[in-house]
């Protein structure tokens, strides 16, 4: 993923092009960008705020970021992955399995999507929850493997992993905080719009 470490690696960060950001719109397919920087493009019209670690130190770092900025010191996390809970179980974070008690909701998921810069989760993260039950704050742990070209390729993906059982409650987080870019197209269709942060990991 040289294009990740390009934009925000190594202290030396560059941004994309913004002529590309603005002549390309969210519905005008662009066969010719990189899968990475498609996904970070659309990611960022729908509002998402995008943290690119390239070690699980700097993702540790990024998360201590995240609740300092909000004030969140004193806030448990809701997550309903023990296995996300394990990984950070040294970082200082205090899990809650109740959503009611939460304003923020942590997070892995199963694709993302470059095709609109969403975020492809099911039941492994979700359990039999809507998306409007959860708290409008979401962290999400993602890695750069789990990148995918569309919902299409992410679907045969999580058929061809799970064969021995397709997860529930397929369905993807997209709408985030309404910005100047989005503003005009910002359209929830019934969905909840979430404040979202994702740490990236590279790991490949």
């Known amino acids: 993923m040289g294009l990740f470490s390009s934009l925000f690696g190594g202290g030396k960060k560059k ?3 913004k002529a590309t950001a603005e002549t390309r719109g969210v519905h005008m397919p662009n066969l010719n960008l990189p899968i990475d920087e498609k996904f970070t493009i659309h990611f960022k019209k729908n509002g ?5 670690c390239d070690s699980f130190t700097e993702v540790s770092d990024a998360l201590k970021n995240i609740v300092q900025e909000n004030h969140w010191e004193e806030l448990s996390f809701f997550s309903m992955d023990p296995r996300l809970e394990e990984k950070f179980s040294k970082e200082n974070v205090v899990f809650t399995s109740n959503a009611n008690a939460s304003e923020i909701f942590f997070t892995t998921c199963e694709h993302l999507i470059a095709q609109n810069g969403s975020i492809l989760v099911s039941s492994n993260q979700l359990k039999e929850k809507k998306l ?9 742990f993602a890695t750069t ?3 995918v070209e569309s919902i299409g390729e992410g679907l045969k993906s999580i ?3 799970y064969k021995h059982g397709i997860p529930a409650n397929i369905t993807t987080l997209k709408h985030f905080q309404a910005t100047n870019e989005n503003a005009d197209d910002f359209l929830t ?4 719009s979430k ?4 740490l990236l990991l590279e790991d490949l």
């Open 159 to 161: 058929k061809k992993k």
């Open 132 to 140: 409007n039950e959860l708290p409008e704050n979401v962290i999400v």
């Open 145 to 147: 493997s789990q990148l």
């Open 195 to 198: 404040h979202l942060y994702l």
């Open 15 to 17: 941004k994309a092009s």
């Open 48 to 52: 998402g705020k995008f943290l690119y």
């Open 189 to 192: 269709y019934g969905s909840s």
